[in-house]
């Protein structure tokens, strides 16, 4: 079945520690989003991509870092992780950028940082 | 800047009545605004999405919206509530750049009693 793939579905990690959260998608995508997802404030854009090679910041970026070396993956990773970073992370694609397209979401990625 | 408020964070119903969750923007261009649906321990699915066609939009699962200029509104609503309707839901509205980014409210919890 076509979709996104994330990977782990969850983790504790112990504060410091480098950590890559994966997202793969099987649909040709050209755009690719990460969030985090906090109780009470919603989804957060963490970074994006509009098309391979290219990447961009969102409303939250601090402590993150992507890369986007092919269509397909999309990899987040936390330098050094901190405790507010426990979230539910999702990364989520559309077809192509632009305000009017629908985004296709993985199952998340639930990341404790004690 | 744009952004979107959900009116109530918790919503409960009984099966068969009307759903009716509420979702005001802010947004200083036309705006393209979705609704989402997320249910336990999964990703986000989409419901219904507006990008100008029509002020009535209809959904899965037998959702639709409303998009009214001038209240600034979308609101979702559903004429009887099933029990498999419960779940959070989410409002977005789509970034004022035309890069795709979304900016979601805080999220709905519908609750539906039997």
């Known amino acids: 079945i076509a979709g996104i793939t994330q990977a782990p579905t969850s983790q504790i990690l112990a504060a410091g520690r480098r950590m890559t959260l994966r997202c793969t998608q099987d649909m040709r995508h050209n755009a690719m989003y990460w969030y985090r997802q906090d109780l009470g404030l919603g989804l957060r854009l963490i970074h994006y991509s509009n098309t391979a090679g290219t990447t961009g910041k969102g409303e939250v970026p601090d402590g993150y870092s992507v890369s986007r070396a092919n269509t397909d993956d999309f990899p987040l990773t936390l330098a050094s992780a901190v405790p507010s970073q426990t979230s539910v992370y999702f990364c989520?694609?559309?077809?192509?950028?632009?305000?009017?397209?629908?985004?296709?979401f993985g199952d998340g990625t639930r990341l404790s940082i004690l | 800047a744009q952004s979107v408020t959900q009116l109530g964070s918790h919503v409960s119903v009984s099966e068969g009545a009307l759903v009716l969750l509420r979702c005001n923007y802010s947004?200083?261009?036309?705006?393209?605004l979705f609704w989402y649906v997320q249910y336990p321990n999964q990703g986000l699915q989409l419901l219904l999405k507006y990008t100008s066609a029509a002020t009535l939009v209809k959904g899965i699962n037998g959702f639709e919206a409303e998009f009214k200029k001038s209240e600034t509104s979308f609101h979702l609503t559903k004429p009887s509530a099933h029990m498999s309707d419960a779940a959070e839901y989410f409002c977005a509205v789509s970034g004022s750049s035309n890069t795709g980014k979304l900016i979601f409210g805080q999220g709905t919890t519908l609750q539906v009693k039997p």
């Open positions: 947004s200083s261009v036309p705006p393209y």
């Open positions: 989520a694609s559309s077809a192509i950028q632009g305000p009017n397209q629908p985004q296709h």
